[in-house]
């Protein structure tokens, strides 16, 4: 099983980038997704969350210091999850991962995290 974020990197204040989240060796489609991300120092927080409904219209969550800047979105095709982010502030620097779950039979997994700096 593996998680395989890229995308990060260093942007300006009000850039973008856009995280991607490649997945193997689960079935992708079964499983709900979120992006977190964590600073030194202090907890992993959530940042948006994916579920899975196969041929339906996905659930999307936002925490509220991202929403209306950050869009998650899932291709199940491509085993692949992503996160958009715009207006990126310097508060937004962190390790963002790529988190994977599965209610029944409980299983979760992790990616390796992806620095993203944002800085002038």
């Known amino acids: 099983v593996q998680l395989v974020e890229s995308g990060g990197g260093l942007v300006q204040p009000g850039g973008s980038l856009r995280l991607s989240c490649a997945a193997s060796g689960f079935t992708f489609s079964n499983y709900g997704l979120s992006w977190y991300r964590q600073v030194p120092g202090k907890e992993r927080e959530l940042v948006a969350r994916i579920t899975s409904v196969g041929g339906g219209v996905n659930t999307v969550f936002y925490a509220s210091f991202v929403k209306g800047r950050f869009t998650i979105s899932r291709d199940n095709a491509k085993k692949a999850m992503y996160l958009q982010m715009n207006s990126l502030k310097a508060e937004d620097t962190a390790v963002y991962y790529c988190?994977?779950?599965?209610?029944?039979?409980?299983?979760?997994?992790w990616g390796q995290g992806t620095q993203v700096t944002v800085s002038s």
């Open positions: 988190y994977a779950y599965q209610s029944y039979p409980r299983r979760e997994y």
